[in-house]
């Protein structure tokens, strides 16, 4: 065969083999849709986390309204058609949500008030989302979006330490799965993520560990959602956390974060 022709079957099989093989980006990001992309690692050894990344500006946050409360995610009506769904309230055993909820612009009409509003962080949108860490007694008019957790993880780019782990031991030093929520500086993009645990070797993360993963994937406040069991991530519709090995069905929660096409 001529030189020229190897040359030419050359690049042709260079160009196959490209074809063939996606290099992922260097940051781990992998895109979902349009303006939303997720992420799956070991930041340790024996680690299972997975974040997303929405832009708000294309992607459009909702949360579940209280007709779907006690219901696992994937059978939540509201969640049909999302890009993805996080599970979100801590709640009590009738599926009230603790701190402020607000959905589809409207407050929720029983909120368990397990400690002041004012303790916990909230993610508040109207035309924006922010996070308030001096959250008020009642929704501001113009929320249409309002979910609490506990405690916080990041506030200004500073990430909680084991000190301040230590004033919550079971629920923030010790190790279990995680659901977290924030936002980058900009205030544009929602950082969420999950963490397995309970599996075994794998058994989930500190608040500390959390928060430093979260303030790694670019969030400047930050805080915690409802974890253990109730750490639920829906990728169009399917389960994408390992489940804890003691409780294989996903659990009923009291509402969720979903992501959506605008």
Known sequence: MPVLHRRLLGLVL???????????P??????????????????????????????????RVALSPPADAGLPLDQMPSGRGALASI???????????????????HP???????ARPANDPVLACDTRCVIRFDAP?????????????????????HARTAEDDATCANLCAHTHPRTAVGLDATGRHLIVLLA????????GLTLT????????????????????????LLIGGESRLPRPLNEPA?????????????
């Open 196 to 203: 397995a645990g309970r599996r075994g070797a794998v058994k």
């Open 250 to 262: 996903l659990r009923r929660v009291a509402n969720a974060l979903h992501l959506l096409n605008p």
């Open 26 to 59: 260097a940051d781990g990001w992998q895109p979902l849709a349009p303006g939303l992309a997720h992420r799956a690692w070991a930041p340790w050894p024996d680690g299972d986390v997975q974040a997303l990344r929405a832009d708000l500006a294309t992607v």
């Open 14 to 24: 260079l160009a196959l083999a490209g074809c063939a093989t996606v290099v992922p």
């Open 87 to 105: 599970n979100a309230s801590f709640f009590d055993r009738e599926f009230r949500p603790r701190g402020l909820t607000v959905s589809g612009g």
């Open 108 to 114: 929720w009409p029983e909120l368990l008030k397990l």
């Open 137 to 157: 007694a009642r929704p501001e008019p113009g929320w249409r979006l309002a979910v609490s957790g506990t405690p916080w993880l990041v506030r200004d780019g």
């Open 209 to 232: 560990q959390t928060a430093e993963l979260m303030r790694d994937l670019g969030a400047v406040q930050a805080f915690n959602l409802d974890g253990g069991g109730s750490s639920t």
